[in-house]
């Protein structure tokens, strides 16, 4: 499931833009790798994410990952539904499961980013 | 060095279930199939079913076969009853843990049932120091091994045993059928839930897995063989144990019967046992929300003192659990149940308590 409005990463996180905002959280096709997530850990409110650097990190019963920013900017918003559902990253990924919103710095890198299309083409997916 | 992967007799069976594939000590194993927590859970409170056919199984024979094991095993061979299964390790001469393992003495045998990342590795030990007086086989690719775990284990599994399994005590087996299919049953698990472990030929297996299946246990993958175990403390070789560490060390000197005559590492294990142990296994919980991971340092007090050996998440007290050998004998203070120590994660120290083991009860019926 890969839904037309978001844009992607080659490390399975997605992107809702929301005008000056960005809003983050990880695809259908990463929660299913990832298995069972047990815990996450988010950027704190008012910290600085770059483009693709790691900013957080997800547990699942099997393995730590990292979490990538998509775009840089401030972290305006985190969700705070994870720290005691964690699930909702399984069973939501693009609703409920979302990560954090964050002020994009320069629009410019949104270039950077995959289209439906693309991120259906590197996981596979028939549409 | 084995190059190519091995698959087990059912993996077309966990192809069908579309489970999640993983190489595991050279073999192709299901990690999980709906999702580990939901797999651990259906063991806890109910039922499960398990492929562990790559466990190595080595059988020896002949008139000294029960002597010249009792010469590594560091547990008593000689008061086990026919049918009757042992847990020990066998060690090196310097007291490391070469493997734990299961041993059953069956009718004229002996079968040793030992990890599959260590099967090549008994298997050369044994032909190191082989004698006329026994001979023994690898039975490994012969021989499958399917588990059905859970409180409801036995209630399940009846209406397919030709064997009362009532009349099966606790690290005990017998031979009969299993969905028509010869197997060895016995009483034992690696979850801390009451269950059996069904030994059948291998190309019977997918016949047995299929029938049990039909009615309904779900299947259950390496995932959940790994939280449940560790929930129950059970040790797992490679993590909390391997050949830098003696049994006593780990929290094993019952299965070390030191009255014993002469078996390799019994010098040692003296002298360690006299002198005092500088480190020991501990049981630990987080006090957050973060999991420990193997490998992780701890620290007491400010000082270092030692590593996570096994960490996860516990499903059933929903937080991080893990063991950790500690270096006691580096340390001032005592290290016992309420000791707090601080786990080192990605740089951070996270709270968490030292705790008995286990970690939670299951309804293993030991002592029966």
Known sequence: MVPENLLYTKEHEWVKLEDSKARVGVT?????????????????????VKQMAPCGVIESVKAVSELYSPLSGTVLEVNPGLADHPEKVNQDPYGDGWMFVLEVKDSKEVEHLLPPANYRELVGVTP | ???????????????????????????????????????????????GLFD???????????????????????????????GQALYTVICREDGGILDD???????????????????????????????????FRDRTEEIALLAVQGPEAQAFLQPFSSIPLDSIGYYHGAEGKVAECPALVSRTGYTGEDGFEL????????????ALRAREIPPVGLGARDTLRLEAAYLLYGNDMDETTTPL?????????????????????????????????????????????????????????GQVTSGSYSPTLEKGIGLALVETGAL???????????????????????CKKPFVQGSVKRGT
């Open chain 2, 101 to 135: 393992l299961v041993v059953y003495r069956l009718d004229g045998k002996f079968m040793l049932v030992v990890n599959a990342a260590n099967t090549r590795k008994i298997i050369e030990w044994l032909e190191a120091h082989k004698t006329p007086e026994a001979s």
């Open chain 1, 28 to 48: 259908q096709h990463a929660q299913e790798q990832l298995g069972d997530v047990v815990f996450v850990e988010l950027p704190k409110k008012g910290a600085e």
């Open chain 2, 1 to 47: 060095m084995e190059k190519t992967i091995k698959a087990t007799p059912l993996l077309a069976q966990h192809e069908k279930e579309h489970a999640k594939l993983i190489p595991f000590a050279g073999w192709q194993m299901p990690l999980e199939y709906r999702g580990i927590l939901e797999e651990h859970r259906s063991v806890r409170r109910a039922k």
């Open chain 2, 199 to 210: 030994y059948v030929e291998a190309a019977r297996a997918p016949r047995v897995w299929e």
């Open chain 2, 52 to 82: 562990l056919s790559h466990m190595g199984e080595i059988e020896v024979t002949g008139p000294g076969a029960g002597a010249w094991l009792d010469r590594f095993i560091t547990n008593k061979l000689e008061a086990l009853k026919p």
């Open chain 2, 249 to 305: 060390e780990v929290g094993l000197s019952w299965v070390v019967k030191l009255e014993k005559d002469d078996f390799v590492g019994k010098k040692v294990l003296e002298d360690q046992k006299r002198a005092g142990l500088r480190r020991k296994l501990v049981a630990f919980a987080m006090q957050d929300r973060s999991v420990p991971r193997k490998g992780y340092k701890l620290h007491i007090e400010g000082k270092f003192a």
């Open chain 2, 332 to 354: 001032e203070v005592p290290v016992k149940e309420g000791t707090g120590i601080q786990v080192e994660i990605r740089g951070e120290p996270h709270p968490a308590v030292v």
